[in-house]
């Protein structure tokens, strides 16, 4: 937006630029003793000035009604491309697959096939967009265990299967090993250090455009005490906003794998499936962090299951818990061997 071409007094113009501010970004983030300080106007023309900004942009992108929306009336919230994970149902799930922009986070217990489906997105992220990819590598981060790399290279053995779309000879040339790069991430430090100077580097050159981190929980349960949680809380903060600001200067899709944690009932007891009830869990830690999820999924293991859509093994539930444009709903799928297979029955119905 031209500041220039807004509908205000030439002197009121000529003080919001010696102020240096040349975008509409720049001039509704500040509030209006802000303003004021910066361009030295009266409070009724910073109040012109603001009105102006508001006006230009609500031009540009008329309001949408949520019943416009649902009627389909107006284009979605959020257009454009999506990362797809590879199948077609998990896609469905998604509506069009994980979001350039903002931290999807996936929670689950251990071996429910969390650090699987990160592997399978290093590789869709890969692909040209006109199957569902970036044409871009993925930096995944391990903070617990070391990279499974016999089972990434199972999984590119296997592409034929999980990518059919894409042509063979289209496919060979997609030199999948390279365009994966594995950061080890022992404590907290070298973990903040990865996220803000080599991560940055490699989106800038154009060498990434998806961001891995396996698992978020696993240093910041270990180097805090219990008595810490505020301490932990703004390392948190700092670590979320960094993710953020990285997704959003590059449009690239973050995925923070997280682990879980018991829910306590009232008598003080965990609910778990050692006794009577049904184990109930919950995505670690807490508010501080659930606050900077976009996306918040989940995948349990289905337990008493056979198969699902004849696919061996046990089936597991990926779960969308919390977001801003889906709804709550659940799809079944397996870990085969290559990759995450979702299946469009029975379990894509609404969560009770």
């Known amino acids: 937006m031209d500041i220039g071409h807004l509908e205000l007094n030439p002197r009121i113009i000529n003080a919001v630029k010696k102020a240096n501010l040349r975008s509409a970004r720049d001039i509704l983030s500040l509030s209006d003793s802000d303003l004021q300080r910066l361009t030295h106007l009266s409070a009724s023309n910073v109040r012109s000035v603001r009105s102006a900004v508001a006006l230009a942009c609500r031009s540009r992108s008329p309001a949408v009604t949520a019943l416009q929306l649902y009627r389909g009336e107006r284009p979605a919230l959020e257009p454009g491309h999506k990362l797809t994970t590879g ?190 009830a049904e184990t109930k869990v919950l995505p670690a830690l807490g508010m501080a962090w659930a606050n900077q999820v976009l996306v918040r999924l989940m995948l349990r293991r289905m337990e008493g299951h056979k198969s699902v859509d004849g696919w061996s093994g046990t089936p597991r539930k990926l779960e969308v818990l919390l977001a801003p444009h889906l709804p709550r709903t659940s799809c079944l799928c397996s870990i085969v061997e290559e990759g995450v297979r979702g299946s469009f029955t029975p379990g894509s119905t609404p969560l009770d």
């Not at 991430?185 to 990434?208: E, F, H, N, Y």
């Open 87 to 276: 199948c077609p149902a998990l896609d469905s799930l998604l509506r069009g697959g994980v979001s350039l922009t903002g931290i999807t986070e996936l929670a689950g217990e251990s071996g429910a096939g969390k650090t699987q489906l990160g592997l399978q997105l290093c590789l869709t992220v890969q692909y040209p967009r006109e199957y569902g990819g970036l044409s871009s590598g993925a930096v995944f981060i391990c903070t617990e265990d070391s990279f499974p790399i016999k089972r990434l290279r199972q999984l590119i053995t296997l592409q034929s299967r999980l990518k059919a779309d894409c042509p063979e000879d289209q496919r060979r040339r997609i030199p999948f090993s390279d365009n994966i790069y594995v950061e080890h991430a022992a404590d907290l430090g070298a973990l903040q250090t990865c996220i803000s100077q080599r991560v940055p580097i490699l989106l800038s050159q154009g060498l990434v455009r998806l961001v891995v981190v396996d698992s978020v929980a696993a240093l910041f349960r270990c180097e805090f005490r219990p008595e810490e949680t505020v301490e932990r809380a703004r390392h948190l903060l700092a670590f979320a906003s960094t993710l953020h600001r990285l997704s959003h200067s590059f449009c690239a899709p973050v995925l923070c794998i997280n682990q879980v944690t018991d829910v306590v009932d009232p008598s003080g007891l965990a609910v778990s499936n050692m006794g009577l």
